[in-house]
């Protein structure tokens, strides 16, 4: 296993305050615009801060209801804990829901929400038992579910979203989610890191057309400000690859430490992935900026490998070897950040804000090989959200005037 993991590498009346969680950032430790000619380069007002908020629930659902079909196909003793902090996303998006509706609209929210989750379990339970009629029953009612699901936003929206478009959204959802299901029973293992990926991405188009259509309907509560902009557009993106990155990254330590047989496929999601964020850099700092930052930034996923390599081997010297290079990396890649901004985003601070980082992915890696799983999966989650702050600071300091200019493409 050592060789091959290095080898691999309803509407009602709206609340008095919308609730949008609070992410730490580095330096404090498909929808068309409505408002045509509006241009911004603001990435923080309430309104984009919603859209935020909003990406960052709908697509962590993704990616938790994705690991949650592969441990329950497997079998894996973390199956009732990646379901528990799926649960925990469901309620934090209930409680969105219920910020901006009222809580008899939280609570109908909830109960549809929460009955996909469980006939994408059905699903799973029926492959496990060989039950091809109740696969087939579980397909059918994620069909009737995308039918209530698209009608409440439509009334709640009061028909800003559209039931037929909304069940179209729903299916891709529900399509990308199976996919990445069946390929992996199968051991299409990149198509099914792909569907992953796509699935994640998917939820960023989700969250800002539900955000749109909030914004639109309740203006005031949100300054008047446009969720549809560049700076937001940009900021969006760059929640996409970074929280991959982290989705990514402590899946595929999982897989290393457990010997799965997709772990090569996890890995190799992960270092696309790196080529996206590599991308971005691009655009701004040019092709050299970008290879030196690719390398940078690569050398601390490889310094996350040889950690779960030494965690295999029992090696102690090996693990603090690992911790080592990471924090030399922080170093560097802090050092790195600071140059190419002109002091924009200071050394000091971005070490700090790294440090986080690699705490965050290790204490979730070290959570699971010492099975305490909820712990594990909470530091997966607070890894994830994590994210969702760094790209904000790195627009505004970074990209600044530019963001006009820049677009990402992140699909593949």
């Known amino acids: 296993m050592n060789k091959k993991i290095k080898k691999a590498l309803i509407a009602v009346p709206l ?51 994705v690991v949650v079909m592969q441990k329950g196909i497997d079998g894996k003793e973390d199956f009732e804990a990646a379901a528990g902090q799926l649960n925990q996303n469901t309620e934090a998006l209930s409680k969105a829901v219920a910020s901006v509706y009222g809580e008899e609209a939280g609570a109908q929210f909830k109960e549809i929400w929460s009955s996909h989750i469980g006939y994408f379990v059905d699903y799973v339970t029926a492959t496990a038992k060989n039950n091809e009629e109740g696969r087939k029953q579980a397909l059918v009612e994620l069909d009737e579910y995308r039918v209530t699901q698209a009608d409440f936003l439509d009334k709640a929206t009061e028909g800003r979203l559209k039931a037929k478009d909304l069940e179209e959204g729903l299916k891709v959802h529900v399509d990308q989610l199976i996919w990445a299901f069946e390929s992996y029973r199968t051991g299409d293992y ?92 691009k655009s701004v700092y040019g092709a050299e900026g970008a290879a030196q930052f690719k390398e940078i930034w690569s050398s601390h996923i490889g310094y996350f490998v040889d950690y779960v390599t030494a965690t295999a081997e029992k090696d102690e010297e090996g693990k603090q070897k690992a911790i080592k290079e990471l924090d030399e990396y922080r170093a560097e890649q802090a050092a790195f950040l600071d140059t190419a901004t002109e002091g924009r985003l200071k050394a000091a601070d971005l070490e700090e804000g790294l440090k986080v980082h690699v705490d965050q992915l290790l204490a979730a890696f070290n959570s699971y090989t010492g099975k305490d799983y909820a712990a594990a999966y909470k530091n997966i989650s607070e890894a994830y959200a994590h994210m969702f702050g760094v790209d904000q600071l790195l627009v505004i300091k970074t990209f600044g005037k530019k963001v006009h200019h820049l677009s990402l493409e992140v699909t593949r």
């Open 15 to 65: 609340s008095v305050s919308l609730l949008i969680p609070t992410f730490n950032v580095v330096d404090a430790h498909g929808h068309e615009s409505h408002r045509k000619g509006y241009m911004s380069a603001e990435v923080t007002n309430p309104a984009i801060d919603l859209r935020a908020s909003l990406d960052t629930l709908l697509s962590e659902h993704a990616f938790l209801a």
């Open 190 to 281: 990149d198509k099914a890191y792909d569907n992953i990926t796509e699935a994640m991405h998917h939820m960023f188009m989700t969250g800002k057309g539900l955000s749109w259509a909030i914004t639109d309907q309740f203006p005031e509560k949100f300054e008047n400000k446009s969720v549809d902009t560049p700076a937001a557009d940009l900021r969006a993106d760059l929640n996409n690859v970074f929280s991959t990155h982290a989705a990514l990254a402590a899946l595929t330590m999982q897989k290393g430490i457990d010997g799965a047989k997709d772990f090569e496929a996890a890995a190799a999601e992960l270092n696309e992935n790196t080529d996206d964020i590599t991308a971005a850099v």
